[in-house]
């Protein structure tokens, strides 16, 4: 059987590997052309010029590096996190629903960052970073809590109890706040849908250690994925420590979730459809579709972005509205098509 | 039953004694073409906070007050003493009709804005309060000096005495800040102003004719530099912010009905593709808010010290 077998895994093996490649010269061609697709018509050899030999008195150039080149970094970097932290927190609470919206991580850095203009009278991007950050890990940390209550511990089914209830709670916060404070309204109303618009530099520098950081420890926990997928006996038959593991993982996603949505804002969808998509191509195994996740996710918010920028000219339709527009048809059909692995 | 009776008859008797005594009916014909009559001159007004602006510097105070948003951002109402008034609204579309029932208002002031075809705080505040008193008002029109006009007539129906030394020194002080301002204006016939609002979005530049004090700068002889398209309702252009260098002139007026307009677009790193921002020749644009000649001839006074410091040979 496994004489087999052997040479059959290779094949496979080899087969993905090649997907791989695939898709980081599909993700790479997705970032060519969002340093050439934007509101101002450039021409490729002068992005090109641009890039090799930067002259920061040249309009178009500064254009290039001002605006195109941290807004597709961040658009990269959020796309990374939200597609690896959603394939790990599905497998993490085998739930094929988990994502960064379902679990409170959206709400918490919403919350917190709702909270810091209202009370502390924020008002620009860069300052939200932290703020969304720290209210992701706290509404993670919450949600955890919870669902550790009781003797069975974090369960699946009551981590995701856990997550929708305190969701609910956020939101509501969320909304009392807003409703009394138009102000506050008026300035988280962009940071709300979800954006890459407006990001400068110092965003992208502020988010890219804790996305490299949460990368890996997010790949170092694939083999832990793939015990916990197994249901928990199971894993803990082969000498893993499941709880350990899961805190391992969530602390993964907290990091990157954390890190997105400080950065972009709370996106819709990516997090939720990019895994099981990597999923049905790659079949059950964490070590494929978590690079697979992880590479898929920046070209389908990129891909989103660069619609928003040229749909409604001259102005520009948000990234959340356009992936949530079309993640969800996508992610019906998916639904429709076949049935989800079980996890 | 009957001293009941009796105490009605003298109540009325009382009155039809009084009658003769009291004011004559007040009428008003309101911007959207209605007429307001009363029995009597209105005591008891709620005003929304761009008629409070206009009223209360001519000796006119309104017992309620509601905002376009929190009351101590509001510009219109800046260093008006507004002590002893019920604010009954701190948002757009937005008033406590409790708080306004019990102010039991005899009458209504609003502006009616003609592009909208609203009245101040839009449709629902408008019906909500007419339930209390007929709304009337002044209406926004193409420029701000019609408006003071407009609001002093409105004052002196109500009962104001507009020889009162305070209105006379608002209106000198105003005068001269206008004859300044067109000094400057005139010593620089090159000079080209953009005004403009920043989102985090997008770079919104102002159409001259949808702003009543952009209309009176340009008739002063400030150059304003139209956009090519505006929007539907005729307010803006959107300019996406990789094509903010689309205008380029001498200096940027920035609507200041907000601090954090001039924070965001200082944290775009495009807003310096315009010469102007970036040689720092920018200043504030009282956008749609000047209500009163006090408040116009700070405005001007501040305009009149940017554009003589401008260099006006910056844009070609």
């Known amino acids: ?343 | 039953m009957l001293s009941r009776r009796l105490t009605a008859l003298l109540a009325l008797s009382g009155l039809a004694l009084a009658a003769p005594v009291a004011a004559e009916p007040w009428i008003y014909s309101d911007g959207a073409g209605q007429t307001v009559a009363l029995d009597e001159v209105p005591q008891r007004i709620i005003a929304s906070q761009d008629a409070a602006a206009g009223l209360i510097p001519l000796g006119i105070r309104p017992v309620g007050i509601y905002a376009d948003g929190p009351i101590a951002d509001a510009k219109a109402l800046q260093g008006l003493d507004l002590s002893g008034i019920e604010i009954i609204g701190q948002a757009w579309g937005e008033v406590d009709i409790e708080k306004a029932a019990a102010l039991e208002p005899d009458l209504v002031i609003a502006e009616y804005w003609p592009l909208d075809k609203a009245w101040s705080g839009g449709e629902k505040v408008e019906v909500a309060l007419s339930y209390l008193a007929p709304i009337t008002g002044v209406t926004q029109g193409a420029s701000i000096l019609t408006l003071i006009e407009d609001y002093e007539a409105l004052a002196q129906s109500l009962g104001a005495d507009l020889s009162a030394p305070q209105i006379a020194a608002d209106k000198a002080e105003f005068s001269a800040a206008l004859d300044a301002f067109k000094a400057a204006a005139a010593a620089k016939p090159d000079l080209t102003v953009l005004a403009v609002w920043a989102g985090a979005d997008a770079l919104y530049v102002a159409a001259t004719a949808g702003s009543a004090e952009l209309v009176d700068f340009k008739s002063w002889g400030l150059k304003l530099i139209d956009p090519e398209i505006a929007d539907d309702r005729g307010y803006w252009e959107t300019l996406s912010w990789e094509n903010a260098d689309k205008y380029q002139p001498d200096l940027i007026i920035v609507d200041n009905r907000s601090p954090t307009t001039i924070e965001t677009a200082r944290s775009q790193p495009t807003w310096t593709l315009m010469k102007a921002a970036a040689a720092g020749q920018v200043a504030d644009w009282p956008a749609f808010w000047l209500r009163n000649y006090r408040h116009y001839a700070l405005a001007l006074n501040d305009l009149t010290t940017a554009i003589k410091a401008a260099d006006a040979g910056l844009a070609p």
């Open chain 1, 1 to 343: 059987m496994s004489q087999e077998a052997a040479p059959h895994h290779r094949r496979r093996a080899a087969a993905l590997g090649l997907g791989l490649l695939a898709l980081s010269l599909a993700l790479l061609a997705i970032i060519v052309l969002s340093m050439t697709t934007g509101a101002r018509a450039i021409p490729l050899d002068t992005v090109w010029r641009a890039l090799i030999a930067a002259d920061p008195t040249a309009t178009e150039h500064r254009i290039i590096w001002d605006l195109r080149l941290p807004r597709t970094l961040v658009g990269v970097m959020v796309g990374l996190a939200l597609g690896l932290a959603g394939a790990v927190l599905q497998g993490a609470t085998r739930n094929p629903l988990a994502d960064p919206a379902i679990l409170g991580i959206h709400s918490g850095a919403a919350l917190f960052v709702v909270l810091g203009v209202a009370v502390l009278g924020l008002t620009q991007l860069s300052q939200y970073v932290w703020l969304a950050f720290a209210g992701a890990g706290a509404a993670m940390l919450v949600v955890y809590s919870v669902a550790s209550l009781g003797r069975e511990g974090a369960t699946p089914i009551k981590l995701a109890l856990a997550g929708a209830a305190i969701t609910a709670v956020l939101q509501s916060i969320i909304s009392a706040i807003l409703l009394t404070s138009p102000r506050t309204l008026d300035e988280v109303r962009f940071w709300q849908v979800g954006s890459l618009a407006g990001r400068s530099m110092d965003i992208a520098l502020q988010v890219c250690p804790f996305i490299a950081a949460g990368i890996v420890l997010a790949l170092s926990v694939a083999r832990l994925l793939d015990g916990l997928s197994m249901g928990e006996d199971v894993a803990r038959a082969l000498g893993q420590r499941v709880g350990l593991s899961r805190a391992l993982a969530g602390l993964a996603a907290v990091i990157l979730a954390g890190a997105a949505t400080a950065a972009a804002g709370p996106i819709a969808f990516v997090g939720l459809t990019v895994p099981h998509v990597a999923r049905a191509i790659t079949g059950p195994s964490y070590r494929w579709i978590l690079p697979y996740s992880m590479l898929m996710a920046p070209i389908l918010l990129l891909g989103a972005d660069i619609i928003g920028r040229v749909i409604a000219p001259p102005g520009e339709v948000q990234v959340g509205i356009v992936t949530a527009f079309l993640g969800a048809p996508f992610f019906i059909a998916l639904v429709r098509r076949r049935k989800l692995a079980a996890l």
